[in-house]
């Protein structure tokens, strides 16, 4: 089942998560790299984590007004905990996990996940442009590692194009629909379609790629403290330099498709902290570990507690359909593969108390 292939899959990011860790800790020397931690000034700690929150909640008001986009209406807490609940599945390879927003949406509004998904992947699509705004700067001044973020960008941009063509994509989907093993998917192929087009017009696409810059700066700043309290010294090129690094790793990271960017995320940031900001191995691979355990575990934690919530409150899913919302309900009642699929992605204990075998 699929959800023994989402527990697999966090067990391999553990361990993987483990054995980067580890590696690191070998490749900048151990001993001198717990003594560099030892030194770091911890008070600027709660800045690092305060500068982290402020990036998801940057992120919180691009996926309300997402929300709002699609006229899908909740109470702002019981939204802000299915936001917060995606960041417990930050460790599924290719953050696929992140589909459990659309399930929990789903089980709250009744809104089918065909219809919600791309809201992830709009998610993804405007954060990696902000990513690419961040760090220009550093390509302009440094010249470097430029191919690989173009070619992103242009996947970016074409796909962005293909979707507002509506002629040539509604084109396609027909033509889908007429192949044998696309017909059963054909009702929520077109949903998915419908809801990207009016997530990725042009208005909405620049309102959302501005947050993301603006959320996106606060993992930044975070961490130019992480650099500043292993003792480098602050200044306007360190911050620069900071965008770049954290901007880069995160794209590789994403680009890669290993859960929570594992080792390649990790590996960017230690030889861009070195070719950059220091040549010392310990002090890369201890501001590594730092803002990885500062904004994806940090994360992860948050998510968990967000899913965590989420469970202790049962009424949580009865939220009752009225007059037309009651007809357009029935009239997506279908359920589509997606549907199916990614009920699987929520833990058993999620449900209605009963076991996922």
């Known amino acids: ?14 361990v993987l998560a483990f054995v980067v860790m580890t ?44 929300l709002k986009r ?24 290719g953050k696929v996990g992140e589909l459990l927003k659309s399930y929990f949406l789903k089980r709250t509004t009744g809104v089918p996940i065909s219809q919600t998904s791309p809201i992830i992947v709009a998610e993804r699509l405007t954060d990696g442009i902000a990513m690419l705004g961040l760090a220009s700067m550093g390509l302009l001044l440094y010249r470097f590692g430029w191919e690989p973020l173009l070619v992103l960008l242009v996947l970016g941009v074409t796909g962005i194009i293909l979707i507002q063509n509506r002629t040539l994509s509604l084109a396609l989907l027909e033509r889908g629909e007429r192949i044998r093993g696309i017909a059963r998917a054909a009702h929520w192929l077109r949903a998915f379609y419908e809801s990207s087009y009016i997530l ?25 403290f992480v650099y500043h309290g292993l003792g480098v010294a602050g200044g306007l090129d360190l911050f620069i330099k900071t965008m770049f690094i954290l901007a880069v790793s995160s794209l590789i990271g994403s ?36 803002i990885r355990l500062c904004t994806l575990w940090f994360g992860l934690l948050v998510g968990v507690g967000a899913v965590l919530l989420f469970r202790a409150f049962p009424g949580i899913d009865a939220t ?3 007059g037309d919302d009651r007809e357009a309900a029935k009239q997506h009642a279908h359920i589509s ?13 999620a449900h209605t108390g009963e076991t996922t075998v």
């Open 1 to 14: 089942m699929l959800t023994r292939k989402i527990r697999s899959g966090i067990a391999f990011s553990l």
């Open 23 to 66: 590696g690191i800790a070998f490749y900048a020397d151990a001993p001198r790299m717990l003594a560099a931690l030892a030194h770091f000034r911890w008070e600027y700690l709660p800045l690092i984590l305060g500068f982290t929150a402020f990036n998801y909640g940057g992120r919180f008001v691009k996926w309300q007004y997402y």
């Open 70 to 93: 699609l006229q899908i209406h909740l109470p702002i807490g019981r939204s802000l905990l299915i936001f917060l609940s995606g960041l417990s599945m930050a460790i599924t390879p």
């Open 200 to 224: 990725l017009q042009w208005q909405p696409l620049l309102l959302a790629i501005t947050i993301g810059l603006i959320s996106w700066s606060g993992e930044c700043v975070a961490l130019y």
């Open 255 to 290: 680009a890669s498709g290993l859960p929570g960017g594992l080792g390649t995320a990790d590996g960017s940031m230690l030889g861009l902290t070195r070719l950059l900001v220091s040549t010392s191995a310990t002090l890369g691979g201890a501001a590594t570990l730092l």
């Open 320 to 322: 009752p359909i009225e």
């Open 337 to 349: 593969p997606l549907d199916e699929r990614t009920a699987a992605l929520t833990p058993s204990s």
